[in-house]
């Protein structure tokens, strides 16, 4: 059974860092696309980062400058280390992954306030 769970999620006040894990189990990801999506309070879930087996990555205007996504295939884990933590970046943080079918994680919160 593939399992995809997220860890790392805090409270932090603006100007912080946090790093978001994703571990998979019941499969090895290094050929899969992994992605971290979010989602605000009453709002649609939204792309923040993607990085493809291969490396490249893709990041939307409101992540650029500020997120890394990077993945460790070894550990079957991919993160999100979260920079300059702005209050319109909280969210429950998903991580999903592409292989075959897409999986989702159960979440993690992200709630940055003073």
């Known amino acids: 059974q593939v399992q995809l769970v997220e860890s790392g999620g805090a409270l932090v006040q603006p100007g912080g860092s946090l790093r978001l894990s994703c571990e998979a189990s019941g499969i090895s990801f290094r050929l899969a696309t992994m992605s971290w999506y979010r989602q605000a309070p009453g709002k649609q879930r939204e792309l923040v980062a993607l990085m493809a087996s291969d490396g490249a990555t893709t990041y939307t205007d409101s992540a650029k400058g500020r997120f890394t996504i990077s993945r460790d295939n070894a550990k079957n884990t991919v993160y999100l280390e979260m920079n300059n933590l702005k209050p319109e970046d909280t969210a429950v943080y998903y991580c999903?992954?592409?292989?075959?079918?897409?999986?989702w994680g159960q979440g993690t919160q992200v709630t940055v306030s003073s």
């Open positions: 999903r992954m592409i292989l075959n079918y897409i999986y």
